[in-house]
């Protein structure tokens, strides 16, 4: 073939986002908002993304429970006002497994039946995890203690880059699969921008007989530079090239949106080729990167949506 030819064989290829089926999953996580502005900002995100149909939303736990009260309260909101399906973190970090069990059983009054239970980091900013002296001491014994609570839907987190405290990225699968084994349902992947990463990682998990579906979490880029901290404090490694792409949008928000859009979208239709049909979303409390991608991908708003909007 010359290189003419080669030329016009790519150009007349099908379009990235051409023919997709609909056929994917999508979630949602969503942080406790601090403030009565924040709140109706994540109320405004939650009923633009609700045209999403997904599977379920989840609210993040802060470091050592900190935001235990405004987590619990922001589930009650999504359950009553939204009434989509709606998973609560809870962590070990600061807390004894009588009280860790106390939370989980009022959780489950208030009609919560998906918890997504992590170790949880340091009670203060870069320190290590300490176990509470009477509490558990990593996330597979969460998950076990949640088990006799109550019949809980259960996901867990998962590192396709290693969790910055693990030996070995082999200590770190043998920790993920301990948490299955425990009994969890799911595990939802820490992020990372390289699509290979993840279907890597897949394949390694498989091979050490880890069955349940493990889905990548999928972060739009709202800011590079907060992008690139958060990458820092879990091992995330960002791209050169990414950088590059990225540099002197700081003042640009519109241009900076479009580009963090295509290139999301981008990373998504890869994993989707890949045999990818579950997506996990970060959204940072903001809706439009993620609903953009979910719409490309043919998780399409429904058009009595469209029209009553």
């Known amino acids: 073939m010359s290189a003419i030819a080669g030329i016009h064989s790519a150009a007349e290829a099908p379009p990235l986002f051409a023919g997709l089926a609909g056929d994917i999953s999508v979630s949602f996580e969503f942080f406790p908002p601090k403030s009565d502005a924040a709140a109706d900002q994540l109320q405004a995100t939650i009923d633009s993304l609700a045209a999403c149909a997904p599977e379920f939303v989840s609210v993040t736990y802060g470091a050592g429970g900190t935001t235990q009260d405004r987590t619990i309260a922001t589930v009650e909101r999504i359950l009553t006002q939204s009434q989509l399906p709606v998973a609560s973190h809870l962590t070990c970090v600061g807390a004894s497994k009588l009280e860790v069990s106390r939370v989980a059983e009022g959780l489950w009054a208030k009609g919560v039946r998906h918890i997504v239970a992590l170790r949880g980091d340091g009670a203060a900013p870069d320190t290590e995890f300490e176990p509470h002296p009477q509490g558990y001491r990593n996330a597979a014994g969460l998950v076990a203690g949640l088990r006799q609570v109550a019949p809980f839907e259960i996901s867990v987190a998962a590192y396709p880059e290693v969790h910055p405290d693990a030996a070995s990225p082999e200590a770190d699968l043998d920790n993920l699969k301990r948490k299955i084994d425990a009994g969890a349902d799911r595990a939802l992947t820490q992020f990372f921008f390289s699509p290979d990463t993840f279907l890597r990682f897949r394949d390694r998990a498989a091979a050490a007989g880890i069955s349940v ?66 997506f996990h979303f970060y959204t940072l409390n903001r809706p439009e990167l993620t609903k953009a991608i979910c719409h490309l991908l043919g998780k399409r708003v429904p058009a009595q949506v469209r029209q009553a909007a």
């Open 213 to 278: 579906p493990i889905v990548p979490g999928i972060l739009p880029i709202t800011n590079f530079e907060q992008t690139r901290r958060f990458a820092a404090a879990c091992g995330a490694q960002v791209p050169a090239w990414m950088e590059q792409v990225f540099a002197g949008l700081e003042q640009h928000p519109e241009t900076r949106q479009l580009v963090a859009a295509t290139l999301a979208a981008e990373f998504c239709r890869k994993l989707y080729a890949g045999g990818v049909r579950e």
